[in-house]
């Protein structure tokens, strides 16, 4: 999970996306993060194994910072489904998402922290015009220093997310 002033900053700017001509389902405040790896359904026997591989790797890793920022379009600007902030200086991230995909699996896309789900945009032109009017100074920065599993639960009012393991990096 991302810290609250990197959170409060992204709600600030989901209110400046709100008036963009797009049909959406943005991410709830409490459920930012940068997903390294996502497992789907496990039994509980293979979350501890999970659990237990997440403490090694995180063993042999130090704490690092990343910057959020740039916006990005995803999966291109020709066919919009995420609109997302990317994660810059990620050399260590990246090389921690490939550990956990090495010896935990998952399936993984490069770290981004997602902002919507775009279901329908009316105008694309008008939509990509605005967009690029916005102001992209970034979020910010935030010290990577723990890894979580994390369990999503789907409802009616959409995912609630809670975290059932934790392992800190080493310092």
Not at 15 to 41: D, T
């Amino acid at each position: 999970m991302l810290p609250s002033e990197l959170k409060e900053r992204l709600e600030n700017f989901k209110e400046k996306l709100k008036g963009l001509p797009m049909k959406c389902k943005f991410v709830e405040r409490e459920n930012f993060h940068i997903c390294l790896s996502f497992l789907g359904e496990k039994r509980e026997e293979e979350v501890r194994r999970i659990s237990d591989h997440m403490d090694e790797i995180a063993r042999s890793f130090e704490p690092f910072e990343v910057k959020i920022e740039e916006l990005k379009l995803i999966p291109n600007e020709k066919f919009i489904r995420v609109i997302a902030f990317d994660v810059k200086d990620k050399e260590k991230m990246v090389r921690l998402q490939s550990e956990i995909r090495k010896r935990i699996g998952g399936d993984s896309k490069p770290p981004h922290v997602t902002i919507c789900r775009v279901k329908h945009i009316e105008n694309k032109q008008a939509f990509l015009d605005e967009v690029s009017k916005l102001v992209n100074e970034g979020i910010g920065k935030m010290e990577v220093s723990k890894i979580q599993l994390i369990k999503s639960e789907l409802s009616r009012r959409g995912p609630a997310y809670s975290i059932i393991h934790e392992s800190s990096l080493s310092s």
